[in-house]
């Protein structure tokens, strides 16, 4: 396990916007809320980041096989107790309470307040968050969704990367992220979790 920044360099937000751009299609250069986000009917995953439509792509099969376990720990993990674990496709309302227009799906979720939960998702931030790297969604989920889930108060933002075997765990403190990283064999703990783990032996394939 190795301490180490993991994120945004700056705060140069243009970056940001190119490093998105890059790795995802856009739907069109207009701007959009949660209300239109919910009337298109294009059978597509979309992500709307600050009024912006970005397409997801369609995960690898290492990518599902990594979500799989993780998501078979944490339920089990979990089972009994007052926090849920939920999987992708499920919608999280970043900003809600104010412009509403962004609109993210992580590859895994625990929610512990459940009066964030609604029909359609969840209703602001997440206590815990997992992203799962492909290679058309890296600089995404380590430059734009970092800086998102920090902004929002995400308490813990996992990365894990199936081609290194790591996994780059964010823990939330004084509004920044405190990173470290851990290899294939390491166990991790798991902050916002009252000291559970995660072996990362039974997670990557």
């Known amino acids: ?3 180490e920044r993991y994120g945004p360099d700056n705060n140069d937000e243009s970056a940001v916007g190119e490093s998105a751009q890059e790795s995802y299609a856009r739907k069109d250069n207009q701007r959009y809320t949660y209300s239109d986000y919910l009337e298109w009917d294009d059978d597509k995953r979309w992500e709307l980041i600050d009024g912006v439509p970005i397409l997801m792509n ?4 290492q990518h599902q096989k990594v979500s799989s376990n993780l998501h078979w720990l944490l339920y089990s993990m979990l089972k009994g107790k007052p926090c849920e674990v939920f999987y992708a496709p ?3 309302r970043l900003n809600a309470d104010t412009f509403d227009n962004t609109v993210v799906q992580p ?5 512990c307040d459940v009066t ?3 029909k359609t998702g969840c209703k602001g931030a997440p206590d815990f968050v997992i992203e799962i790297l492909s290679p058309s969604t890296s600089s995404h989920d380590r430059v734009l969704k970092f800086d998102l889930y920090r902004k929002a108060g995400v308490k813990e933002y996992w990365i894990v990367d199936p081609e290194i075997k790591k996994v780059f765990t964010h823990i939330l403190s004084n509004d920044d992220y405190i990173t470290r990283i851990y290899g294939e064999t390491d166990v991790v703990p798991i902050s916002v979790l009252d000291s559970n783990t995660v072996d990362l032996a039974e997670v990557f394939p």
Request: net charge negative; glycine share 0%; charged share 35%.
């Open 107 to 111: 590859d895994l979720l625990v929610i």
């Open 1 to 3: 396990m190795d301490d």
């Open 90 to 92: 499920f919608d999280v």
């Open 58 to 61: 369609a995960p690898s099969w």
């Open 116 to 118: 964030k939960l609604e």
